[in-house]
Structures are given as C-alpha cells and as structure tokens.
C-alpha cells in the first residue's frame, strides 16, 4: 500500500491505498460527516464500504456498496461524526470479498438509558461545534452553548469555529455563522467554517481572547430553514478554570 491523500477531497485526513483494490482513510475529529473519494479510474468496479470505530474497536461496520467510474459521495460516519473514524473501501472483486458479511448487531444497552434532556435554548439540534486552528488545520477542542474555555485550549494561534451536521439531522444545505464583531459567513459544503475553508482547509481565523461571546447560527435545509439558534461561551484565565476540557491528541493510525 501507498500513501494517497490526494484520492479523498478532504485535506484533514491519512490515507492509505492499494490503488484499486483497497483505500483506508483515518479521519481526524470535525472530518467524517462528508467523505468523497475519488474512484474515476475504475469504471465498472463495485467496492464495499465500511466504517471503524477507533475510540472503541469492535467489528467493521457495513455500509453499502460504491461503483467506480468517478468520485463517489460515500456520506459521513455511522454516529458521532465530529469525532475520528476509519474508512475502509475494498474491492468486491477480490478473493474473499466481505460482501455477504451482515452489518453487525448492535451490542444491547447494559443499562435502561433515559430519554434524552431536551435541547436547552441557545443549543443546536442540527451542528456539532469544534474550534481549530487555521494554519495547521487541527481541531483543538469541541464546544456547545455555555461552554467556558481555558485560554491556553485555544492555542495563541489564528483559530476558527466550524460546524458539521449531527448523525441525526436531516440534510443541512447551508450554514450561517456570526460572532458579532468577529466575522459572518455562509457555508454550503461540510465544514461550515466561520471564516470560511476549502474542503476542509480552514481560511483566516482570529484569536479569541479572554471575554464572553455569542455564536448565531442559521441552518437551512431542502424546505427551507431549519433553526436559527444563539449560544454563548467564555474564554477564561487558565486559573480560574478546572482542567476538565478534552483536547484532540494527534494520532497517526498507521504507525499502531
């Protein structure tokens, strides 16, 4: 196998290829809500498709077929896609092909698992939210609304706040995002980035310093809007903060 970033068009992502037979692609956090790989030199070849828990191991999860001849739309992950993933595409065609092997059963809830809080106001039932930085194109940390921040989370350098859509939600086909006083931009394409990104490679950004901000979004879908919410974080002094934030760690999954 190869190293074939050049075959998805997200730019945040490891891939590795046996060009034709087999693509296996990790996805940092914020990246697997939209995957599209390029399969145009292989017209009338199928591929299965499945998805790989990293966080929590497990069996490969099935998710359909793709047919060569262009750059294939393979969707995001199966939950949680703002979070790392691995993408498996293999050749149908090859000896001991896995296409008869059933999507597995999910493993049963050890406990009863009470119905979900309702959203609170200000909160989005559409958008995971994450900051990163612009230059590197890492994402630092995941937000919501009443979020306070360690300053030093944010890095001291030019960062951004981008949104992809939940598992659940219906398809999202625009995004607008405002911080007043910082920048207002509308998103078409997964991530929706406040200043802005191709394919995921982050443009501008800002510091973000200590104070209190807010955070509108307008999400529309295919019959029209489907909310338009407002939540607030802080960004505080390091010291007046308990160390309870998760940062994203680099992780290079073919050197496991």
């Given at each position: 196998?190869?190293?074939?970033d050049?075959v998805?068009l997200?730019t945040?992502?490891?891939v590795m ?11 940092d956090?914020?990246?697997a809500?939209?995957?599209r790989l390029d399969?145009?030199g292989h ?7 499945f998805w790989y828990?990293?966080r929590?191991?497990g069996?490969?999860?099935h998710?359909g ?5 262009s750059t294939?739309?393979?969707g995001?992950a ?8 691995v993408?498996?595409?293999r050749n149908?065609?090859l ?6 092997i059933?999507?597995?059963e ?7 698992v009470p119905?979900?809080e ?9 958008l ?5 930085r612009?230059d590197?194109?890492q994402?630092l940390?995941g937000?919501?609304?009443?979020s306070?921040?360690?300053?030093s ?8 706040i981008?949104?992809?859509?939940k598992?659940?939600?219906p398809?999202v086909?625009s995004?607008t995002l ?7 931009q509308t998103e078409?394409v ?7 990104d191709t394919n995921?490679?982050f443009?501008?950004?800002t510091?973000?310093?200590?104070g ?7 999400v529309?879908?295919t019959?029209?809007v489907l ?11 390091d010291s007046?903060?308990a160390d309870?934030?998760t940062?994203?760690?680099d992780?290079?999954p073919f050197l496991?």
């Open positions: 196998m190869r190293d074939a050049a998805t997200n945040g992502d490891f290829a046996k060009d034709g037979d087999y693509y296996v692609s990790y996805l956090y914020g990246q809500g939209d995957v399969l145009s017209a009338g070849e199928r591929y299965d498709v828990n990293p929590t191991g069996p490969l999860l998710a077929t793709a047919d060569g001849g294939v739309q393979l995001g199966p939950a949680d896609p703002g979070k790392d993933w993408l498996f595409v149908t065609a000896p001991d092909s896995p296409d008869s059933p999507a597995p999910p493993p049963p809830a050890p406990d009863p119905d979900p309702p959203v609170p106001d200000g909160g989005s039932q559409y995971d939210l994450f900051f990163a612009t590197t194109d994402t940390l937000f919501g609304d009443g306070q921040i360690a300053a989370d944010l890095d001291d350098g030019p960062v951004t981008y949104a992809v859509a598992a659940s939600a398809t086909t995004v405002s911080v007043p006083g910082v920048n207002t078409k997964s991530p929706y980035a406040l200043f802005g995921g490679d443009k501008g950004g510091s973000f310093g200590v209190d901000y807010d955070l509108s979004l307008q529309n879908g019959g029209g909310e338009t919410v407002t939540l607030s974080f802080s960004v505080v002094e007046l903060l309870t934030s940062i994203v760690q992780w290079d496991v």
